[in-house]
DNA sequence: CGCTCTATTGATAAACCTCAAATACAGTGG
DNA sequence: CCACTGTATTTGAGGTTTATCAATAGAGCG
C-alpha cells in the first residue's frame, strides 16, 4: 500500500510512524473526477484528508443555486468540524478531477486526539483561519461590484493551484465560466464578459476550462481599487 | 461588587464558585453607548463576555465601507479566537447602548481552559457555531437578492434581541436604516423603500431606530420564496 | 461528422445604487 | 412650551450595474 502521504498542516508534530499508523486506520477513497464524497447534510460524512487531486466545497441554497466555498487540495482537510459536533456537515465535497483521500470515522479521530494532542491543537488552528478567511469572503462579497470579485477569485486560486506557465500563471484546475461564477456570487455571463475584456487587456488568457493570468499585478491592482 | 454573570455558553459545567472566581480575574468594563471597546487588528484585543447591553461586531473594507457581521448580546462571547492565535482579531467591537463587559488577556484565559478542561471544549463548540452561521450567510448574500436578504435580517436581529410587543415582536435594539443596510449588504435608502413597502402590507411596524415584527410569518415565507 | 458541453455576444429588462431634496423626529436650551 | 439643531427617514428621478434570455460559435470526443 502507498503510505506516502502528502505534508499537511493538521499532522504537523508526529512522526512518520505515528502518521502511517494513522493513516492505515484511514479509509482510501479514490474519487473520479466530478464524483461526490459526500453531501449537504450527509450524516455519515466525518473527516478527510486529500491526498491526491482537489476537491470542490459547495452549496445549494434552497432555489438549488450553488455556492462554491472553496477548493482544497492535496494535504488539506474537510469535515474536520463534524468530528466535534453532532450535526451533519452542511457542505458538499465533489471532486474536480481524479483524487484520492483517506478519510476517518469520529471515534478514530477523537482517538486520535487524546493519543496526540497535537493534532487537536492543529485542528484548532485550521479552523480558525478558515473563519477568518469566510469573514473576509463576506465582507467581500457585501462591498465591492462583481468584476473585483471576480479578479479576486481568480487571484485566489491562482495562489492555491497556480501553476507556471511561459506567459504567466495557469490555474491548474478545470475551471468553467460556470465555476468562477458560483465561487465569485455572479452568473456565468458576467464571468465570460469581464474575462474577455481582461484578455483584450493583456491580463489573462482564458481557454476552455482553462485560465492563465499574465498580469496577476493589474488584478490585483484593479480588485482593490475597483 | 456585583459578580453576576448571565448564563453563557462559555462557562457551562463550571460551579458557581469557579465562575465566580473566574470573575474576579477579569477586567471589568463599562461601555457608554456607541463607544468602541477593540478596533479591527488592535493587537491587544482579548477575549470578551458581554455582561449586560450589546455589542455590534464589524468590519471595513478598503474604501471605509462596513458591514455588520452580528450583534452579541449578554452572555456572549467575543474575540475568544485570538486567545489561540496571534494575529490580531480583525474585527471592530463597538457598544450600540450601555453595555457590561468582563474581559480577560490571553494567559488568563490560557490558564483557565488548563484547569477547567470544560471552556475549552464550550469555546470550540461557540467557535464552530459561528463558522456555520458565516457561511451560511455568505451562501444567502451570494444567491439571494436584496429584500430577501433584508428579511432575513430582521428575522435573525428578531430572534436574538425579540421582544413582546402589543402588535408583534420588537427588536430591541437601536436600529437605523443604515445599521439594516450594513447588516444586510445593501444601501440605506433600498432599506427604507424596502420596510416601507412591508409596512404598508402589514408585515412590520417601523420607527425612528425601531422595528416591530407584526406577521414574522410572511417574513419567513418572503426570505424564501423572494 | 455529429453530438454534447462550454463559451461568446447582443438585446433587453430588472434590480439596485446614487444623488438631491424634502420631511419627520428627538433632544436641547431658552 | 417652543424654536432650533442635528440626525434619521422618505421619496423621486435618473443612471449604472448586473441578470436574463436567445441565438450562435467553438471545442472535444467517440
Redesign the interface.
Known amino acids: 500500500m502507498d503510505t506516502s502521504l502528502p505534508k499537511s498542516d493538521i499532522f504537523k508534530g508526529l512522526t512518520r510512524d505515528q502518521l502511517s499508523g494513522l493513516v492505515e486506520k484511514g479509509r482510501r477513497i479514490i474519487l473520479k473526477p466530478k464524483s461526490v464524497l459526500f453531501h449537504q447534510g450527509d450524516p455519515a460524512a466525518s473527516c478527510f484528508l486529500v491526498n491526491r487531486g482537489r476537491l470542490k466545497l459547495t ?1 445549494l ?3 438549488g ?1 450553488e ?1 462554491i ?1 472553496r477548493y482544497i487540495g492535496a494535504g488539506e482537510l474537510t469535515a474536520a ?1 463534524t468530528v ?2 453532532r450535526w451533519a456537515y ?2 458538499t465535497a465533489e471532486s474536480v478531477e481524479e483524487t484520492v483521500v483517506v478519510g476517518w470515522d469520529k471515534p478514530t479521530m477523537i482517538q486520535a486526539m487524546h493519543r496526540y494532542p497535537d493534532i487537536a491543537i492543529n485542528l ?2 485550521i ?2 483561519e ?3 478567511d ?11 461590484h462583481v468584476d473585483q470579485r471576480i479578479a479576486r477569485s481568480l487571484l485566489r486560486l491562482m495562489r492555491r493551484a497556480g501553476l507556471k506557465h511561459p506567459e504567466g500563471i495557469q490555474i491548474n484546475l478545470p475551471l468553467s465560466r460556470q465555476n468562477i461564477a458560483d465561487y465569485s ?1 455572479t452568473t456565468l455571463y458576467t464571468v465570460s464578459r469581464t474575462l474577455s475584456a481582461w484578455e483584450k487587456k493583456g491580463w489573462i488568457l482564458s481557454g476552455r476550462e482553462q485560465i492563465v493570468v499574465t498580469d496577476p499585478h493589474a488584478l490585483v491592482q484593479f480588485s ?1 481599487t ?1
Open positions: 452549496k441554497n434552497e432555489q443555486r455556492v466555498f468540524i466535534l459536533k452542511p457542505v484548532m488552528g479552523i480558525l478558515r473563519i477568518d469566510v469573514q473576509h469572503r463576506y465582507l467581500e462579497v457585501c462591498t465591492e456570487g482593490e475597483g
